[in-house]
């Protein structure tokens, strides 16, 4: 794809619709006058080459509402220049005195860089994980296996109810752990674990189906949904328009601490004003004291929360989203709290 980048794509317009912030972007205090793209950068760790708080590149970039849609103008062996006067970032070729000229590049679409390492998230970006009751009630159900087998796996076939006529490919999976709210306890929906990918061969009722592949045995009560088509990730960090007052409920893979580049379900959704891009501060939980004073009164003490880290929400759903740990300085844990930055 011929892609056609100009300076001066970035000069005019600012981040629409996005909340004004209270001061300038400020300039990482070891940051180079350029940088080369090589293969495995991202939007994200660009920019915190500049930047003290590399979430704030689009400000920096100057993007528009149509360009932050789709952000990917960057590709490998092209040079960002640092203007520090802003800041600014550019893209372009230095000639002469620093001047930049406009290029053409011919490059994938595929090959632009990303916002964030699509390593960590990809597995998360097409498959149903939260699931409600409406959905769940929607879902196709697996009611027998063939030659009545237990389990099932990649080429065997399967018999399903509720199979749409109009959808060959669907995905496999089994209702798990309910997402609780730790604040209210109320049931938020239910996370799925992921089976496979089955292929409709002949539509009936049941419906009949091959496995595709298979992550885990597929077995009868297991669910079947309408697969998703894969989504390039083209959105940029923003902060949400509106506070957001949520928690982390979970970690991936069931453990209750985790770090930096890992995924975190957190309780707020597009409910809450929560999108793609959205970029949420991580707050510890200090916990409480009770002081006991020379007579011997007590008084309690909730302490304030401290700010140690920055989420990245990449997946949303209704009441829950999904969020890649951009930045910590210590342990991520179930229970911390999640902000506006």
């Known amino acids: 794809m011929t892609r056609i980048i100009f300076p001066l794509l970035f000069s005019v317009a600012t981040l629409l619709g996005t909340p004004a912030l209270a001061a300038p972007a400020a300039i990482a205090d070891d940051a180079p006058d350029s940088h080369t793209v090589v293969r495995g950068d991202t939007l994200w760790g660009i920019s915190g080459k500049f930047l003290k708080e590399p979430w704030r590149w689009p400000e920096v970039w100057r993007l528009n509402r149509d360009q932050i849609r789709n952000p990917h103008l960057i590709y490998p062996g092209q040079i960002i220049v640092l203007d520090r006067s802003g800041p600014y970032l550019s893209i372009g070729r230095r000639v002469g005195d620093q001047k930049l000229q406009p290029q053409v590049y011919n490059e994938d679409l595929k090959d632009a860089v990303t916002s964030i390492p699509m390593q960590d998230i990809e597995p998360f970006l097409t498959k149903p994980l939260v699931l409600d009751e409406a959905r769940l009630a929607d879902a196709g159900t697996v009611v027998a296996t063939e030659t009545s087998r237990v389990f099932m796996g990649p080429g065997d076939t399967i018999f399903a109810k509720n199979i749409r006529d109009d959808q060959k490919v669907w995905q496999v999976l089994r209702p798990a752990k309910p997402l609780v709210d ?16 089955a292929r409709v061969t002949e539509n009936g009722t049941p419906a009949t189906l091959e ?126 709290s999640v902000h506006k930055p």
Do not use: W
């Not at 730790?182 to 990918?197: D, N």
């Not at 379900?265 to 891009?277: I, P």
């Open 182 to 197: 730790p604040v209210t306890r109320e049931v938020l929906g239910y996370e799925a674990a992921y089976l496979g990918a």
């Open 211 to 336: 496995i595709l592949s298979a992550v885990e045995e597929i077995g009868t009560g297991d669910r079947l949904l309408a697969s998703d088509r894969p989504e390039v990730f083209s959105f940029v960090p923003h902060p949400p328009a509106a506070d957001v007052a949520g928690r982390l409920i979970g970690i991936y893979r069931g453990v209750s601490e985790t770090g930096r580049n890992h995924v975190v379900t957190l309780n707020v959704g597009a409910r809450e004003g929560v999108d793609r891009g959205t970029v949420l501060a991580l707050h510890r939980n200090r916990g409480s004291v009770v002081y006991k004073d020379d007579d011997g009164n007590k008084e309690a003490y909730a302490l304030p929360e401290k700010r140690y880290g920055l989420a990245f929400v990449f997946r949303v759903f209704d009441r829950v989203s999904y969020a890649l740990v951009m930045e910590t300085d210590g342990q991520v844990t179930v229970g911390d």
